[in-house]
């Protein structure tokens, strides 16, 4: 359990424009990460592909249940993945879903595996997406260790994510996703 957490903030210009210039887009950009991300790695002639660190049931982060509205004593499924492009690890993604969202045809969400996940949101014409926060996430934030332990830079700089609620139907989860310095320095 993650006791240092980041501090989340609504996506205002005054904060996204502290971001390095490089990531400014990726942070605010409201469509699918993964395509965008498919879309970079092809222009790269380099392969997309997904690989999943943690598939669990887990309480959430006291942040991730008040995004949620629940309660942080409850278990949730947590998926925690590494997007890479080729060889490189360029976001790292924590995804936090309530048991009441996982009915129906939302219950293949436990069974992923390496698809990624952003493909399945964005095909559903029932999603939402409620607006974006941004944190600056630093070396003392537990978090960071998760998401650097695959990077190629072994420098603890601050990095940057993005994260928010999906609603389906009314189901929500939460997308976290944090930028790699590997994609900070993707031209």
């Given amino acids: 359990m993650y006791k240092r957490e980041p501090i989340w903030r609504n996506c205002n210009s005054f904060f996204k424009n502290s971001a390095p210039k490089s990531l400014q887009y990726w942070l605010t950009d409201r469509d699918s990460l993964t395509k965008r991300l498919v879309s970079a790695c092809v222009q790269n002639n380099k392969q997309f592909s997904v690989d999943v660190i943690s598939e669990s049931w887990q309480k959430p982060l006291r ?21 890479y492009c080729g060889d490189t690890p360029w976001v790292y993604a924590r995804t936090i879903i309530p048991p009441a969202t996982l009915h129906g045809e939302l219950q293949k969400l436990t069974n992923l595996g390496s698809q990624p996940l952003g493909a399945v949101l964005f095909a559903n014409k029932h999603i939402k997406r409620l607006p974006i926060q941004i944190s600056k996430i630093s070396p003392f934030q537990d978090i960071f260790t998760t998401a650097t332990s695959r990077s190629l830079y072994k420098k603890k700089q601050e990095i940057w994510g993005r994260r928010s609620v999906f609603k389906i139907s009314n189901s929500p989860l939460l997308v976290s996703e944090i930028f790699l310095p590997e994609l900070n320095h993707f031209r």
């Fill in 63 to 83: 942040s991730e249940a008040k995004n949620l509205q629940i309660n942080p004593e409850n278990y949730c499924f947590v998926r925690q993945v590494h997007l």
